[in-house]
DNA sequence: TATAAATCCCCCACAAGGGGGGAGTTTCTT
DNA sequence: AAGAAACTCCCCCCTTGTGGGGGATTTATA
């Protein structure tokens, strides 16, 4: 039986890059570029006739970038996939990317080898990170080991950010509403706050929850 | 000059599985399987004379698990890297190992090239995932995008989830007291609830915040 | 034998929360 | 042009929660 290949769009302004990535792809069994775009606006025009299967985005596009790109190109084909390529690697640009609902986040020191094993991955229904992407990612979920709060004051903390209030939680823990109070006066003290809000952020700031 | 190769100490229970990654390893030029263990509880007790640069662990081990060693395994060294190496892909386990100190995830399906290129990409300072783990990650991101709460009323809701006060709100979004209100009462029209806490929880199990 | 952690007790004053009502404007969609 | 949402602001009410002050006891850990 015939395997329809992967239709891809490029959306990329610099016009070595661009058609690099054509060139590549473009070359392997099973994948075409249907086109290729230096700016979100014309390919957002375009997507409805292009009807891609993944769209290789950039980020630092002229005009709207690569970022709000996203939710505008999901909202016209919701199926699409996304992978976005580029040279930026800040955390804020990253999270958003993916919040925004990318599927993939490569950085352009990716090799072409790493490049069409994305595409695969993400067609397969999978997601893709570069190292350097991938290692930002996972240390936001890390904790702070060496905080400051106890195991008791870190765990009454969690639950007061959940904007539970001292009663619920001492309920919840089988203890008493002043001993939850007490904890709160240590937390307080440790961290140097003087309000619910403070303590959440800076407890936040530092990983500490 | 002469490199030094990398240290690597395997725990995983099954033996082929084990001796696998010993064999596929120990061909590979500047990689070095120091040793290998069965349970965590033994690796640990020779990791000082093992002196590994990189600890590849199962997670479903006999005793404790490859989730609980993590901690223990860094507290005795604390620059050693973690690649964990399983079948388990559940959301759960995946964040706690990420959360406890992994630098990466690889489920057991994973090529040996695959596995390979994990170890390179981590001991470079970056991190791996396979692509059905970073899948899960990247979901956890991703906001639901059919939220009954208007822009304004997420955003409100954000800063609640923060600890904030209706006065701060009101102030950092340069609006009345009892516009912020009214936008809470709207809030807990719509996500059907009475309460903070409640609207917190609600809107984080259906990711609208 | 200190020190930290976890538990519990009392006082007080003020801030904050939640429910009820209404009403004006703008902005977007049909 | 009509209607619906969204955003803004105002009043009433009473209950609950919060933060700061001062303690105490027990257990475990260094």
Redesign the pocket.
């Known amino acids: 039986m015939e395997e329809p290949s992967v239709r891809i769009v490029i959306v990329e302004d610099d016009k070595v890059i661009r058609e690099g990535y054509r060139f590549l792809i473009g070359e392997k069994q099973g994948y075409q570029v249907i086109n290729t775009y230096s700016t979100a606006e014309q390919a957002i025009k375009k997507l409805n006739e292009d009807n891609p299967d993944l769209v290789m985005l950039d980020v630092g596009l002229p005009g709207i970038s690569g970022i709000e790109a996203i939710p505008k190109i999901k909202s016209i084909l919701p199926q699409v996939l996304i992978l976005i390529c580029t040279v930026h690697d800040t955390e804020e640009i990253i999270f958003r990317a993916l919040a925004n609902g990318a599927s993939g986040y490569l950085t352009k020191n990716s090799s072409a080898v790493k490049i069409m094993e994305s595409i695969r991955e993400i067609m397969q229904g999978g997601a893709s990170m570069s190292a350097n992407v991938a290692q930002l990612v996972i240390r936001s979920f890390q904790r702070n080991s060496h905080s400051?709060?106890?195991?008791?004051?870190t765990?009454?903390l969690e639950e007061?950010a959940k904007?539970?209030?001292?009663?619920?939680i001492?309920d919840e823990?089988?203890?008493?509403?002043?001993?939850?109070?007490?904890?709160?006066?240590?937390i307080?003290a440790?961290l140097n706050?003087?309000?619910?809000?403070?303590?959440i952020r800076t407890a936040k700031e530092n990983k500490l929850i």
Chains 1, 2 share one sequence.
Not at 163 to 168: A, D, E, H, L
Not at 193 to 199: E, G, I, N
């Open positions: 400051p709060l106890s195991r008791r004051e765990q009454i007061i904007g539970k209030n001292r009663r619920v001492a823990l089988f203890i008493d509403n002043e001993t939850v109070k007490s904890h709160i006066k240590n307080y440790k706050v003087h309000s619910k809000a403070d303590a």
